[in-house]
């Protein structure tokens, strides 16, 4: 099945404790069906000092992944939350957003 949400798209989050924030893609688990987003579900890692490779050590914050089905794709025209269909055309397989019906 191809992907609704892909990466570098503008997603909104429809529930969770960053609940009405946007943020783009940064990657796709499709095996788990999760996905990390720019700015959305910070944890702190205490990361500790790796001197082979320079890394200071210390408590570092990072996004953690989120459930695609918490995630809906950014209608830019409306500003909203939107759902994805598939249209084919020209024998390619093109996501539309559902509201309007333009491609994404």
């Given at each position: ?30 095996e ?51 759902r ?11 996501r ?9």
């Amino acid at each position: 099945m191809a992907a609704k949400i892909r990466r570098d798209d503008e997603v909104i989050v429809l529930a969770g404790k960053d609940k009405g924030k946007r943020g783009k893609v940064l990657s796709v688990v499709t095996e788990s069906g999760r996905v990390f987003v720019e700015g959305i579900n910070l944890i702190k890692k205490h990361q500790k000092p790796v001197p082979q490779l320079n890394q200071a050590g210390g408590i570092v914050e990072k996004e953690a992944s989120i459930d695609v089905s918490n995630v809906a794709i950014c209608n830019s025209e409306t500003g909203k939350a939107d759902r994805v269909g598939f249209k084919i055309e020209d024998g390619k397989k093109l996501r539309i957003f559902k509201s309007t019906g333009k491609t994404i």
